[in-house]
C-alpha cells in the first residue's frame, strides 16, 4: 500500500530518529574511544593551526605536544581524586568502631525523646534495636567495609580506562594530524552534494558539542557556587575547597555530589547532630533541584534547541539508553535538526 503525501514527512523524520539514535549508542558502545578522539581533534584544531603557522612547527609535533598536555593533567586529577577517595573512606571504616559506645549513648538520647513525643512507635521497637545496637553497628562498619573493598577491587579496572585512554590519545593525534588526508578521502567517496550537507551538519555537531561542553560546564559551576554557598551559611570548615570537590562530582553520573552528602548526613546523624544533618540533606536537594532545573534550559540554549525540546530528548533518552541517553537524546535532536537545515531530510 502506498503511503500517503501527508504522512510521508512524519514516517521519514521517525525512521531518521529511530537510526540517528541507534548509530550514536552503537557508536558511544563499541567505538566511543574514537568518538572522543574525533571531538577532542576539533577542539584542539584551532590550537594545532594557530602553533602550526606562528611557531612553524611540525604539525604532528604540534599535536603531541598538545594532547600530552591534556591526558597528563586529566590523568593526574583523575588519579589524585580516586587515591584521595579510597583513603578517606578506608580511614572512616578504621574510625567507626571506636565510635561504639558515643553512638550507644546518643541512640539512648534518641529513643528518650521518641519516647516523650512519639507514642505510636512500639515500646518492643525500641527495645529491639537498643539491644541489638551493637549489630546496627557492626552491619554498617562491614557495609563500609564492603563498599570499600568494591572501590578497591574497582581499581583493577584501571587498566581498562588506560586501554581507553591509549585509543583515544592515538585516534584524536591521527585525526587532528591528518585532517586534510581524511577530508580529502571523504570527498572522494561520497557525491559532491551529500558532502556539501554533510558538511553543513559537521558544522552543526561541532557547535552542538562545544555547546553541550559549555553547557555541562556552567551547570558545574552553577552547583559549585549553591554548594559553597551553603556550607558558608553552615559554617562548615574548608567550604570552599569541599564545594569545589562536590562541584567536580557534580559531572560523575548518578552518584555525583550524593557521594559525599549522604555518608556526610548519615554520621552526623548517628553523633547526635540532627539539625546539620536534615541541613546537610536540605541543601543537596536544593543543589540537584538548580540543576534539574536549570539544564534544559541551558542544554538547550547551548545546543540551539527550543528548552521543551532539550527536555523531551533528556527525558526520552535517559529512558531508552539509561544514562547514555543524557547524551544521545540532545544529540539526536541536535542531529536531526541539522538535516532538516541542510536538506538532507526533507523538512
Same mark, same amino acid.
Given at each position: 500500500m502506498k503511503l500517503k503525501a501527508e504522512y510521508r514527512p512524519i514516517v521519514t523524520l521517525g525512521l531518521t530518529i529511530a537510526i540517528v539514535s541507534l548509530a550514536l549508542l552503537v557508536v558511544m558502545k563499541y567505538f566511543l574511544p574514537f568518538a572522543v578522539g574525533m571531538v577532542i581533534a576539533l577542539i584542539i584544531d584551532p590550537i594545532v593551526n594557530f602553533v602550526e603557522s606562528k611557531f612553524k612547527v611540525n604539525r604532528g609535533i604540534t599535536v603531541i605536544l598538545v594532547l600530552s598536555a591534556i591526558f597528563l593533567a586529566f590523568g593526574y586529577l583523575t588519579v589524585l581524586a580516586l587515591s584521595r577517595l579510597t583513603l578517606e573512606l578506608g580511614e572512616l571504616i578504621n574510625i567507626l568502631p571506636n565510635y561504639t559506645d558515643y553512638l550507644n549513648a546518643v541512640f539512648?538520647?534518641?529513643?528518650?525523646?521518641?519516647?516523650?513525643?512519639? +507514642?505510636? %512507635?512500639?515500646?518492643?521497637?525500641?527495645?529491639?534495636?537498643?539491644?541489638?545496637?551493637?549489630?546496627?553497628?557492626?552491619? #554498617? @562498619?562491614?557495609? #563500609?567495609?564492603?563498599?570499600?573493598?568494591?572501590?578497591?577491587?574497582?581499581? $583493577?579496572?584501571?587498566?581498562?580506562? #588506560? $586501554?581507553? /585512554?591509549?585509543?583515544?590519545? /592515538?585516534?584524536?593525534?591521527?585525526?587532528?594530524? +591528518? *585532517?586534510?588526508?581524511? %577530508? *580529502?578521502?571523504?570527498?572522494?567517496?561520497? !557525491?559532491?552534494?551529500?558532502?556539501? *550537507? #554533510?558538511?553543513?551538519?559537521?558544522?552543526?555537531?561541532?557547535?552542538?558539542?562545544?555547546?553541550?561542553?559549555?553547557?555541562?560546564?556552567?551547570?558545574?559551576?552553577?552547583?559549585?557556587?549553591? @554548594?559553597?554557598?551553603?556550607?558558608?551559611?553552615?559554617? $562548615?570548615?574548608?567550604?570552599?575547597?569541599?564545594?569545589?570537590?562536590?562541584?567536580?562530582?557534580?559531572?560523575? !553520573?548518578?552518584?555525583g555530589p550524593s557521594l559525599i552528602f549522604i555518608p556526610w548526613a548519615i554520621v552526623s546523624f548517628l553523633l547526635g547532630n540532627l539539625k546539620f544533618s536534615l541541613s546537610l540533606l536540605t541543601l543537596h536537594l536544593a543543589v540537584s533541584g538548580v540543576r534539574q532545573i536549570l539544564q534544559a534550559k541551558v542544554i538547550g540554549t547551548h545546543l540551539g534547541l527550543d528548552p521543551l525540546v532539550a527536555l523531551i530528548s533528556i527525558y526520552v533518552g535517559i529512558k531508552i539508553f539509561g544514562f547514555l541517553g543524557l547524551f544521545i537524546g540532545p544529540m539526536v535532536a541536535v542531529i536531526v535538526k541539522a538535516m532538516l537545515q541542510s536538506g538532507f531530510i526533507r523538512s
Open positions: 539512648s538520647n534518641i529513643s528518650t525523646f521518641m519516647f516523650s513525643v512519639y +507514642d505510636i %512507635i512500639p515500646k518492643e521497637v525500641i527495645d529491639y534495636l537498643t539491644k541489638n545496637w551493637g549489630q546496627v553497628i557492626s552491619y #554498617l @562498619t562491614g557495609f #563500609l567495609s564492603k563498599f570499600y573493598t568494591f572501590l578497591v577491587e574497582k581499581l $583493577v579496572l584501571i587498566p581498562t580506562s #588506560l $586501554v581507553f /585512554l591509549i585509543f583515544a590519545f /592515538l585516534s584524536s593525534f591521527f585525526f587532528a594530524k +591528518d *585532517k586534510d588526508k581524511i %577530508i *580529502k578521502s571523504v570527498k572522494s567517496i561520497l !557525491p559532491q552534494c551529500w558532502y556539501k *550537507k #554533510l558538511e553543513n551538519i559537521q558544522s552543526e555537531l561541532f557547535i552542538s558539542i562545544i555547546g553541550l561542553i559549555k553547557a555541562q560546564i556552567i551547570l558545574v559551576l552553577i552547583s559549585t557556587i549553591v @554548594t559553597i554557598a551553603g556550607f558558608y551559611i553552615l559554617n $562548615v570548615n574548608y567550604a570552599l575547597t569541599l564545594g569545589i570537590i562536590c562541584g567536580i562530582l557534580d559531572i560523575l !553520573p548518578i552518584i
